[in-house]
Structures are given as structure tokens and as C-alpha cells.
């Protein structure tokens, strides 16, 4: 026997009007309105979400680490830009949760591996001119005065 059709709820047809609702309902603690389900997802997301920014920003200061090194003649100013604009919105993550201070060291490892084809690609450079392993400390990537020498 066919299950009936669901009828979509706020959530599966407007999400915009449906965060707006539901925060209506907490803030005026309609306990009874509230979609818990959908609502303890959106706020594990928000988390996630958090993670995915900061993990975001560090491929960039690795790639622009690795560039600052290895083609110190092509150096400029969009790139300490760049390095100091991220480095800036990753202590701003942190500074609103910081329960997430380690977690740029747990990351950084894994994202040297995209950074390092990536600089690879930009500079064009093969990627064995990049050592294997991150060159670089958690300390020297969230550092806003760290600008690696040339090797």
C-alpha cells in the first residue's frame, strides 16, 4: 500500500520565510510551533558551516604562503592583501567561537595537499618544487606578519 503524500512544510518550500518563522517562535518560546528536527539540523550546519570557512581560508594562506616563497619575484601586494584578509576573517571565526582555536592545526595538513597542487597550477611550477609536507607551523599561517623567504 502507498504511504500518503507528504505535504511540503514551510521548511521544504521557503526556507527563508521558514528561518524567519522559526525564529519568531523561539524568541516568543512557542515551544509547541517550533521544528525541532529541521531546526537542530540548521544549527549543527551553522557549525559546520563555521569549520568549512576557517578549513576555506587556510587553502588560500597556503596557497599564497607558497607562492610568497617559491616565485618571490611575482610577489605583490593583492597577495599580502589576500594574506592578511584572510588571516584577519580566520581570527574573526575564532574570536566568535572559540572553541574552534585548534581547530586550524587539526586542519592543516589536509589542506597543504590542495594548496600545494593549487600553487602548483597558479605559478606554474611542477608540484615537486613544493616540499611534500607542510612547510610551514599553524603559528606561522595564522601569524598576520609571517611572509615566508624565498627558499
Not at 27 to 41: K, V, Y
Not at 84 to 98: N, T
Request: hydrophobic residues 35%; negative net charge.
Amino acid at each position: 500500500m502507498a504511504e500518503p503524500l507528504k505535504k511540503p512544510t514551510l521548511y521544504d518550500t521557503d526556507f527563508h520565510a521558514w528561518t524567519l518563522d522559526q525564529a519568531a517562535k523561539l524568541r516568543a518560546r512557542a515551544h509547541n510551533g517550533i521544528d525541532w528536527d529541521h531546526a537542530a539540523e540548521e544549527i549543527e550546519s551553522l557549525g559546520r558551516s563555521q569549520r568549512n570557512e576557517i578549513r576555506s581560508r587556510i587553502l588560500v594562506v597556503l596557497i599564497h604562503l607558497l607562492k610568497w616563497r617559491y616565485q618571490p619575484d611575482q610577489r605583490s601586494s593583492g597577495w599580502k592583501g589576500t594574506l592578511l584578509e584572510q588571516r584577519s576573517r580566520i581570527a574573526d571565526e575564532i574570536e566568535d567561537s572559540p572553541s574552534l582555536r585548534d581547530f586550524p592545526a587539526t586542519v592543516l595538513e589536509r589542506e597543504y595537499r590542495p594548496a600545494r597542487l593549487k600553487a602548483a597550477g597558479e605559478t606554474g611550477l611542477p608540484e615537486s618544487a613544493f616540499p611534500s609536507a607542510c612547510p610551514f607551523t599553524i603559528e606561522q599561517v595564522l601569524d598576520p606578519d609571517f611572509y615566508p623567504e624565498a627558499s
